[in-house]
């Protein structure tokens, strides 16, 4: 199979699409950063579509698509927490994690012999809560007339987070207990 077909192209152009997003950020240009975080969540929904579709799902792709989103959002929570918009906590407590699944996948590697980690449903609602926050954030410096429900998305997306976080170390737990 093609490894650079039309999903993993547009996986890509999610991953070069980041440090635009970045400067827009720094630069104040929250205009073209809503409008570059909105090219990615587009990119980001065709890929996967057309590689159903298509049946051009690859292994590079399988890597890429998660790692794309994990760029977007470490920059993006890194960016609005050094800018005071996200508070720094949730930034941290959304990298804590994620270095902490990494870690867990190394050690699972070499303890169970097994690098298959596969998405939760819980892992896919905390990615989504995780980009509807920095969407609203978004839009709302566009548009300051939304409603404020900002800490409640942080709310949320802290305990979306942290379950998920918790989940997969249960599951990585019980896959070296096999």
Known sequence: MDTLNIPNTLTIMRILIIPLFAMAVIYSRYDYALYLFFAAAITDALDGLIARLTNQKTVLGTFLDPLADKFLLV???????????????????????????????????FVAHT?????????????????????????????????????????ITTLCTVFSGLHYIYRGITQTNA
């Open 115 to 155: 690098a298959k980690v596969e998405p939760s449903l819980f892992g896919k609602i905390a990615t989504a809560m995780q980009l509807i926050l920095i969407w609203y954030v978004l839009l709302n410096i566009n548009m300051p007339n939304l409603p404020g429900i900002q800490n409640s998305l942080v709310r």
């Open 75 to 109: 920059t993006s929570y890194i960016l609005f927490s050094i800018s005071g918009i996200i508070p720094t906590w949730l930034t941290i407590t959304l990298i804590s994690r994620d270095i902490i699944l990494v870690t867990g996948w190394v050690v699972l590697y």
